[in-house]
């Protein structure tokens, strides 16, 4: 690997087309795991215990609070958004107290945008200046990431910490197959389980706004097929939009490594984003990563060897 950004332009052929997401299946699963996750308790309704049949709020209840006929949010709950006003889905937003992230995502299942035919089967395209701005931070791991979890750009240090993704067919550089199919990322990140997560509510905001998107329909299905942790955390139907946070992980050259993220969205309509990484200044992992620089691109194949020996 050269010292120039890597690029997953060179994607290979497309894939056999795969049945789209079900959108009206997940309008009305959306709605029922966000109905069931609140108590009457949380919204001032009298809690009959054990003698309630269903967990969570009742339709009639959930009707009841956003202002709606019962027979409204039944048709909406079983998928049928058709028609259905933003002043009323702000409303069964507020009754199910929904985040922001959330409700956007309701609003993507229940009122689709019109997209042009196919606009995802395209490759996805990294701008040449800011593959020039991945150079240009060479001392901080970055990468550009784009829909499906698809890793599109990246620059030496990401690849010194996170492995040397130039090595991987296209297909296989995105972040959602790395974490749940490969047992090395897993033992990456401390946190595996919170990291699989903030994945799967990324592909869940995708599929929101891309059901008939193919790649995105044969890439849930694999995960689904390979990975039972992948199925357990896509039926929970959760979203979120996390922008910037703290990563702990275990580099099998440096050791712990406690890093702060933070999160990117480009404004020129790539739905792509730019994710940096660093350490606060003065603290071991601050050196760590002074060392993982020094070794450049070869930090990869020296970890590998030192835990093999």
């Given at each position: 690997?050269?010292?120039?950004?890597?690029?997953?332009?060179?994607?290979?052929?497309?894939?056999a087309p795969e049945?789209?997401?079900?959108?009206?299946?997940?309008?009305?699963?959306?709605?029922?795991?966000?109905?069931?996750?609140?108590?009457?308790?949380?919204?001032?309704?009298?809690?009959?215990?054990?003698?309630?049949?269903?967990?969570?709020?009742?339709?009639?209840?959930?009707?009841?609070?956003?202002?709606?006929?019962?027979?409204?949010?039944?048709?909406?709950?079983?998928?049928?958004?058709?028609?259905?006003?933003?002043?009323?889905?702000?409303?069964?937003?507020?009754?199910?107290?929904?985040?922001?992230?959330?409700?956007?995502?309701?609003?993507?299942?229940?009122?689709?945008?019109?997209?042009?035919?196919?606009?995802?089967?395209?490759?996805?395209?990294?701008?040449?200046?800011?593959?020039?701005?991945?150079?240009?931070?060479?001392?901080?791991?970055?990468?550009?990431?784009?829909?499906?979890?698809?890793?599109?750009?990246?620059?030496?240090?990401?690849?010194?910490?996170?492995?040397?993704?130039?090595?991987?067919?296209?297909?296989?550089?995105?972040?959602?197959?790395?974490?749940?199919?490969?047992?090395?990322?897993r033992e990456l990140?401390?946190?595996?389980?919170?990291?699989?997560?903030?994945?799967?509510?990324?592909?869940?905001?995708?599929?929101?706004?891309?059901?008939?998107?193919?790649?995105?329909?044969?890439?849930?299905?694999?995960?689904?097929?390979?990975?039972?942790?992948?199925?357990?955390?896509?039926?929970?139907?959760?979203?979120?939009?996390?922008?910037?946070?703290?990563?702990?992980?275990?580099?099998?050259?440096?050791?712990?490594?406690?890093?702060?993220?933070?999160?990117?969205?480009?404004?020129?309509?790539?739905?792509?984003?730019?994710?940096?990484?660093?350490?606060?200044?003065?603290?071991?992992?601050?050196?760590?990563?002074?060392?993982?620089?020094?070794?450049?691109?070869?930090?990869?194949?020296?970890?590998?060897?030192?835990?093999?020996t």
């Amino acid at each position: 690997m050269d010292d120039h950004p890597q690029t997953a332009d060179e994607a290979g052929a497309e894939p056999a087309p795969e049945a789209a997401l079900d959108r009206r299946a997940e309008l009305s699963e959306f709605l029922r795991t966000r109905r069931a996750r609140l108590r009457p308790a949380d919204v001032g309704l009298p809690d009959f215990g054990r003698h309630r049949r269903v967990p969570g709020l009742r339709r009639e209840e959930l009707a009841q609070l956003a202002g709606v006929s019962v027979a409204y949010y039944t048709r909406l709950e079983q998928g049928n958004g058709r028609n259905v006003s933003a002043e009323v889905l702000d409303s069964i937003a507020r009754a199910l107290r929904l985040t922001d992230a959330e409700h956007a995502h309701l609003t993507h299942l229940a009122k689709p945008k019109r997209h042009k035919k196919k606009p995802t089967a395209r490759p996805q395209q990294v701008r040449t200046a800011l593959r020039h701005l991945l150079d240009a931070v060479d001392g901080v791991p970055a990468y550009v990431v784009g829909r499906r979890s698809e890793i599109l750009a990246w620059n030496r240090m990401a690849a010194a910490l996170f492995g040397d993704w130039g090595e991987l067919p296209a297909a296989e550089r995105n972040w959602a197959r790395l974490v749940f199919l490969r047992p090395d990322y897993r033992e990456l990140f401390v946190d595996w389980e919170q990291k699989a997560i903030d994945i799967v509510c990324a592909l869940r905001m995708d599929a929101g706004c891309y059901p008939d998107d193919p790649r995105l329909s044969a890439l849930v299905g694999e995960l689904s097929v390979k990975s039972e942790d992948f199925r357990r955390l896509w039926a929970t139907h959760d979203v979120k939009d996390k922008t910037h946070g703290v990563k702990h992980l275990h580099h099998p050259l440096v050791g712990d490594l406690a890093l702060q993220f933070e999160s990117f969205r480009l404004t020129d309509g790539s739905e792509q984003s730019l994710i940096t990484y660093h350490a606060e200044p003065g603290s071991p992992s601050a050196e760590s990563l002074r060392l993982l620089a020094s070794w450049g691109t070869d930090a990869t194949r020296a970890g590998t060897q030192s835990t093999a020996t």
